[in-house]
């Protein structure tokens, strides 16, 4: 319920004392005041010169609000139990919004495709504190009336090498209410639960034994759902005065075999410049980000303000813009991570320097962000197709750590084959074979193929038998057509169940370290 909790005296006294005034004009200015159900309401106050004003109840909640909350400006509340390396913090703003973070490494949660970075189990929050109510003069209860999460609760990824988990925001969850104490609050009046939560990481000495303070010397946040407890530290310098700029960071969740890093720039507000490349140069990835000089500016100058950041505005020519409204049944091609974005196409340079261009573009919060493949005329294992895949496998968040698509994975050599999975003693089944397409004449020759024998103007030959492959555990899949809903990036073992009810596997490319190791797979377009 809520309660005026400025002038609250005051407005009893004039309730009690059924007080009116007179001012010196003689007018009767009292106020009609009643007590609802403990809300104070005043009705139709006349000011000093005779006009009718009304006390709007919502400006006085909200200075009620903002004199509890704009308490805890400079604080940060943790809920920890020092076991383990979890954590949740949040901060609360003066109008009670509040943002955090609750994180859980395990090391030891692996599997296919995260045997070495483990499981990250973490989410983003924000929310709204409203509604405070005052239960004595060191504690309050308030709704909790938003909460939103950056990632769906109970979903997952797998992002260059660990598995991130999604999960909901552990202290704050199963309640609409929670109760605030002030430091000052005697700590024989808290729940035992709350101390259980808060005593061992702040009341401990130097023998690790827990000394209960007969008054809390902090603000503190207790769920009484589920019986958890926040304490709260001052921020840091840095953490009063962060670093405006960018806050978002667009980068493929999966690292490429053979690429390494070339240039790594971010800037001091959080615009960035990350160049990496094959050995040879012939298929370069520049993921950037830059200010947005022109909100209002069209789609094009943006995209090419873009193009022009990452270098490669060169002898710019045939530029295609494909956006949601261009194709709006292509949802992966004009999205990254559900945020709208437009799938680019253009060709810059020339001559022996002529290089095929796509990238991914979207804008945000006065940033334009750019992640793009340029492929040389002389590449021989970028096409269209994993060009395109490899751009469906973007993502965008607040994680900065990831911008670069190098890994230490090489990439020596690559063929057709059909593939099936035996995640039973993770290896991979594999026959390779050989394209040999209509165009081909000394291929064609070399297997007494007649164009009779190309229907759809290529042919597999030398199909014989399975031979067992060991893959990175991290190695990235992509698939062409849909499976089980998914069609782009998928784990290994989800390509094993797309395969498992074929006898002769999938049709897939694959890509092979120095070692026979399959770092790379993908599913070609056959007509």
Known sequence: MKKLLICASF??????????????TGKDNSNDVAVIDDQVITDNTND??????????????????????????????????????????????????????????????????YDEGGTFYNCRFHGKLSNPVKIDDYSYEVSVSELEYEK??????????????????????????????????????????????VGYMTFSNENFEVEVPEKLPYAGIYNPANSEGFY????????????????LFMYNKNSFPGMVNKEYIVNDDNTYFVTDSDVYGTHPFYNGCLPDKNPDDTRENKIKAAIDYIGLSSNLSDLTIIGEEEQPLEY?????????????????????????????????????????????????????????????????????AF??????????????????????NLMLLVDEVVWVSSDDEELMKTYGLTIDDMPNDYAIVEKDKFEEFDFAMDCPCYLLLPYNGISGPVTVEQFADYAKDSSDGKLMVIVKDHNNRITLMYEPYTP
């Open 152 to 197: 769906e609760s109970g979903t997952s990824e797998i992002i260059k090498g660990t598995r991130y988990v999604y999960s909901d925001a552990y202290g704050l969850t199963g309640t609409d209410k929670l109760v605030i104490y002030l430091p000052g609050m005697p700590t024989k009046d808290l729940p035992k639960e709350y101390i259980d939560w």
């Open 232 to 247: 709260s530290e001052e921020l840091t310098e840095e953490e009063k005065n962060p670093i405006s700029g960018n806050t």
């Open 332 to 400: 992966e091609m004009t999205h990254v991570d559900g945020k709208p974005a437009y799938y680019v196409l253009w060709q810059s340079g020339s001559n022996e320097d002529t290089r095929q261009n796509c990238a991914k573009v979207l804008w945000e919060n006065g940033y334009i962000y750019i992640f793009a493949v340029s492929v040389s005329e002389y590449d021989i294992l970028f096409n269209s197709e994993l060009k395109n895949m490899y751009l469906n496998s973007l993502v965008i968040n607040s994680n900065q």
């Open 48 to 113: 000093n010169n005779g006009n009718n004003t009304e006390v709007n109840g919502n400006d006085n909640e909200n200075t009620a609000d903002k004199e509890l909350f704009e308490q805890f400006k400079d604080q940060k509340f943790l809920f920890m139990s020092g076991a383990g390396g979890w954590e949740t913090h949040l901060q609360i703003d003066e109008d009670g919004s509040f943002f955090g973070m609750y994180y859980d490494l395990d090391m030891g949660d692996t599997g296919i495709g």
């Open 403 to 424: 911008l670069s698509s190098g890994t230490d994975r090489d990439a020596q050599y690559w063929s057709y084959a059909y593939v099936k999975g035996d995640m039973a």
């Open 11 to 24: 407005l009893l006294f004039l309730c009690g004392c059924e007080f009116a005034t007179q001012d010196i």
